[in-house]
């Protein structure tokens, strides 16, 4: 199971910190990532990390930092100089098979529940 945390409002320029706690078999996962469903748009691809591989989408990338921390089987996502249009039901998941690069957009077949992110202006 996989279970996020941390979402909330925060002004434009501010910073939040995503958790995702694994348990069970998604917690010794290939990969995991962090997808994102603004309201009215498809969910879209933020962040994966495999190993010790990183991935992000251009959208985000120089502003989000997502990490693996394995003794407490939980995953992060640092999001710094926030904007309005990251606004959107952040979602963790997890895959069974490493990736490196575009590979790392798919083959997910377990999820969170969402948090939510609400970015003022």
């Known amino acids: 199971q996989l279970q996020a945390s941390g979402g909330g409002l925060v002004q434009a320029g501010g910073s939040l910190r995503l958790s995702c706690a694994a348990s069970?078999?998604?917690?010794?996962?290939?990969?995991m990532g962090w997808f994102r469903q603004a309201p009215g748009k498809e969910r879209e691809f933020v962040a994966a990390i495999s190993w010790s591989t990183t991935y992000y989408a251009d959208s985000v990338k120089g502003r989000f930092t997502i990490s693996r921390d394995n003794t407490k089987n939980t995953m992060y996502l640092r999001m710094n100089s926030l904007e309005p249009e990251d606004t959107a039901v952040y979602y963790c998941?997890?895959?069974?098979?490493?990736?490196?690069?575009?590979?790392?957009?798919?083959?997910?077949?377990?999820w969170g529940q969402g948090t939510l992110v609400t970015v003022s202006s």
């Open positions: 998941a997890s895959r069974p098979n490493y990736c490196v690069g575009t590979a790392c957009e798919q083959g997910y077949d377990h």
């Open positions: 069970g078999r998604t917690a010794r996962r290939g990969a």
